[in-house]
Nanobody
């Protein structure tokens, strides 16, 4: 059974930074970060597909967040800079064995999920 373990969430003031980490129990070609705020749907934040060759960002985070991976460690990262209260949510790591999932920002594209890590940004 594939396991994804996230860490790095926390409480930060607006303008601050956090780095999320997701460690997978085995190599996954398609990996992504999603987030879900209370009362809202889960949304794709950033995708790292084709083993890292294809990178995607949601418009709301482009220029502020950076997704990357360490293939040797089966680890996915999300560097989040210039955080604002609108970024407050539970962040989830998602993964799939497909080389390049069809729709990176759709939750249904991924077979495996982490337990989530909370990010809270105060104004």
């Amino acid at each position: 059974q594939v396991q994804l373990v996230e860490s790095g969430g926390g409480f930060v003031q607006a303008g601050g930074s956090l780095r999320l980490t997701c460690v997978a129990s085995e190599h996954m070609y398609s990996m992504a970060w999603f987030r879900q705020a209370p009362g809202k749907e889960r949304e794709g934040v950033a995708g790292n597909l084709a083993g890292g060759q294809s990178i995607y960002y949601a418009p709301s985070v482009k220029g502020r967040f950076t997704i990357s991976r360490d293939r040797a460690k089966n680890t996915l990262y999300l560097q989040m800079d210039t955080l604002n209260p609108g970024d407050t949510a539970t962040y989830y790591c998602a993964a799939d064995r497909d080389y390049h999932v069809y729709e990176w920002s759709k939750a249904g594209s991924y077979a495996y999920w982490g337990q989530g890590t909370q990010v809270t940004v105060s104004s």
